[in-house]
């Protein structure tokens, strides 16, 4: 530095501490159920905001909840003590899981009757079939006489 009359003057006990910024973490993409509660971790810094807002719980927390009705794209900003940030992107798909099955229409009496399981699912396959007809036996499997 210099004065107007061109003396230099030098102060070098000025330190900058260079910090690395957070790293937001989201979490894995992945499949959720139909309008069911699920949790979220976040991680990364002291503070958390997720957005879109109206669709979790609490969007100033890590660990918040979501109960979509539709596939999610949620982005998670983290915030350091420095008010240094970072993001990070979580993409949610909904599976929504349509049971039905199939029997006849008309049956004699002490007939038989098969069910058939004719479930839909949108992001995964139906697997696990109960029967439950009321009262014992309770049938298992995809079909059931």
Known sequence: MYDSLGCPDCDSSIIIHVIDNPVADAGADRIVCYDVITQLNGTGALT??????NLVSNPAICNTTVQLTSDATLTLEVTDQYQCKDTDTLVLSVDRVRAAFNAGNAFCLNDSVCFTDASTSTNG???NFVFDFGEPPLGNGNRVC
Do not use: E, G, H, R
Not at 48 to 53: A, K
């Open 48 to 53: 958390c905001l997720w957005s879109p807002s």
């Open 125 to 127: 396959t139906p697997s």
